[in-house]
């Protein structure tokens, strides 16, 4: 709690501004005192008090006066002038407030001179001032470098983790973990299907790629990659798993963030890998109100309980992969689990039904 406290106090500008004064004037008058009777903190701490807004205004004036508007624009002779005025000026207002009223009202343990105006007196005590110009000119540009800093890895890691998210949707590496898998068990039993299972994988890993290269990606090349892989597992189980697609409008104008419904269908397809059969998925992809509607017809050979499990943790793996990007509503059911994919918020479950009057493009 007092670390987070701390952080937002640093990253508040009016107080991080506080810090930085009250740093000062506490700082230097311990260091201007060391060793010295009470009276000489008393009175050293009052110095730096009372000549604060001298301090204040030439430093503010060179930070954020000057150097931005003369300085950056390389007005070179137009900020020198100024800055000598300054240097020179503020001098000489620190050098009167001192002589003529605090060192008289408090001990500083300050020798009052009554030519302190001097050339030479006035540009010691401008150094002073310019050295708290300097001060403050590192400390912003060393905050500014650790914010510039930590932005940059900021964006290196949203980059990095965009990256990574586009190769793994790209790749589907579970799915591929999943077909080598398989090939390895029809290689062991010498299946006369190998070879073909072999080319299938290389030819649908191909195709994903190819898709997500694409510029437009159409609903309809996704439908097809999502029977190939119907196909691969029919190969790999030695039974076609009963997908069947209802499309309804035209599939071109249903915008989903790509890879979604073949995301889902290979997850049902390995979520039951040890099942003795796999659902019975209906697929409605509507063109009119842009999205996808899935019903999971378990099969009953498992206890029920635990299909409804499997099935839900599907959607939840589903809601995980594209968070924020589409609403995703589900509902179990007597024979299974239902499933609506779209872009609004939430999606109508009124939407979910029996396809009785769509087109079959199984």
């Known amino acids: ?3 987070r406290r701390l952080v937002d106090l640093v990253q508040n500008r ?3 501004h506080i810090l930085f004064w009250v740093c000062w004037v506490v700082g230097f008058t311990f260091i201007k005192s ?7 903190y008393f009175g050293n701490f009052s110095y730096y008090i009372l000549t604060l807004p001298i301090f204040i205004a030439h430093t503010y004036l060179v930070a954020y006066v000057l150097i931005p508007r003369f300085l950056s624009k390389r007005y070179y002779p137009v900020f020198i002038v100024l800055f000598m005025v300054f240097f020179y000026g503020f001098s000489v207002l620190e050098l009167i407030l001192s002589n003529e009223f605090i060192f008289v009202w408090y001990p500083t343990g300050s020798i009052i001179t009554d030519n302190y105006l001097t050339p030479g007196n006035v540009i010691v005590s401008g150094l002073g001032n310019l050295y708290i110009v300097l001060v403050f000119l590192a400390a912003r540009t060393v905050r500014d470098w650790y914010q510039a800093d930590n932005k940059q890895k900021e964006l290196q890691q949203f980059k990095l983790q965009q990256q990574m998210e586009d190769t793994i949707t790209k790749v589907q590496p579970l799915m591929l973990l999943y077909a080598i898998d398989h090939i390895d068990r029809m290689v062991d039993r010498s299946s006369p299907d190998v ?12 195709e994903v790629m190819m898709y997500h290269g694409e510029e437009q990606h159409l609903f309809s090349r996704e439908i097809e990659l999502v029977k190939k892989l119907v196909s691969l597992v029919a190969l790999f189980r030695e039974s076609k798993p009963e997908v069947e697609f209802f499309i309804s409008g035209d599939p071109g104008h249903i915008m989903l963030p790509p890879m979604i419904l073949f995301s889902f269908v290979d997850l ?4 039951f890998e040890g099942a003795p059969m796999i659902p019975e998925l209906n697929i409605e992809a509507s063109g009119f109100s842009n999205m996808i509607t899935i019903q999971v017809l378990l099969d009953g050979l498992k206890k029920h309980e635990d299909d409804l499990k499997e099935c839900m943790n599907s959607i ?3 809601e995980s992969y594209y ?3 589409v609403s995703i509503t589900y509902e179990t059911h007597s024979y299974g689990c239902s499933v609506i994919i779209c872009n609004s918020d939430p ?14 493009m199984a």
């Open 1 to 3: 709690m007092m670390k």
């Open 14 to 16: 009016t107080w991080r």
């Open 34 to 40: 060391f060793g010295k009777p009470y009276e000489i």
């Open 195 to 206: 070879t073909g299972a072999i080319a299938l994988t290389s030819e649908l890993l191909s």
């Open 268 to 271: 049902i397809f390995r979520k």
């Open 316 to 318: 939840q793996q589903l």
């Open 323 to 325: 968070q924020g990007k």
């Open 347 to 360: 999606c109508s479950v009124n939407t979910i039904h029996t396809f009785p009057d769509a087109v079959d």
